[in-house]
């Protein structure tokens, strides 16, 4: 599916998604949430979509912080959560993999559970690579396809549904993606599992 109809998803979804989630978000992602920023450095950091703005309760309070995200529906959710909880982001609606951004700008940029969707994820990751400052680093969660054969056919058999109904990807091998789009010290916490990955690397 190409950028217009994943963004129509989003779109479509925006005003369920904090309810869809809800669950799963409780059990395990919010932990796995926590982790990941605890790791984050830096005084500009940049998330990438947003969504409805789930992470914001994490946010360090001394860094500058951007956030995009392509779907005007899911970001307006966030610009309401910002304003009512009193959140300090600067929310454009953008692209990741055309971002507007000068090369070097950011010191951390970070994204939970985006690379599944973004159409053409080394695209993406390659924009982060150039507006990341060098020695600036990347940090992801994401879902990814299994290492088991088994499961990994059985994801691969349904991912074209599931991006129908949803705009996501079941079957991304994002850890390969950031090998092949220049980054350096590519390190996988201990806490990841075998389909969740939480993903370190270095510009
Ligand atoms: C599954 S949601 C995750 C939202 C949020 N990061 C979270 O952890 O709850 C994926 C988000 O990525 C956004 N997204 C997908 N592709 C994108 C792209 N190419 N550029 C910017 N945002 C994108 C979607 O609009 C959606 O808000």
């Given amino acids: 599916m190409n950028s217009d109809e994943i963004r129509q998803r989003y779109d479509r979804l925006a005003p369920w998604f904090d309810s869809i ?8 992602f919010r ?13 500009h950091i940049l998330e990438v979509g947003v969504g409805t703005g789930k992470n914001f309760g994490l946010y360090p309070t001394q860094a500058r912080i951007t956030a995009i995200d392509f779907s005007p529906n899911m970001l307006a959710q966030a610009a309401r959560k910002r304003d009512r909880k009193h959140i300090n982001v600067d929310l454009d609606l953008l692209d990741v993999q055309r971002l507007c951004y000068a ?17 053409k994820p080394r695209k993406g990751l390659k ?35 599931v991006v ?31 389909m969740i990955k939480l993903i370190r690397a270095v510009k």
Avoid at 31 to 43: I, T, Y
Wanted: glycine letters at 8%.
């Fill in 21 to 28: 989630e809800g669950l799963l978000e409780g059990l395990m």
């Fill in 31 to 43: 932990r796995l949430r926590k982790k990941l920023w605890s790791q984050v450095s830096g005084d």
């Fill in 103 to 119: 090369n070097n700008s950011f010191d951390t940029v970070i994204a939970t559970f985006v690379f599944c969707s973004v159409p």
């Fill in 127 to 161: 924009e982060i690579h150039r507006v990341l400052k060098p020695g600036g680093q990347l940090l992801l969660l994401e879902h990814v396809i299994s290492s088991n054969c088994i499961l990994a056919t059985l994801m691969n058999g349904i991912n074209p549904l």
């Fill in 164 to 194: 129908r109904l949803l705009g996501a990807n079941i079957n991304r091998d994002t850890v390969k993606n950031v090998q092949a789009c220049g980054f350096r010290n590519i390190h996988i916490d201990p806490a990841s599992s075998d």
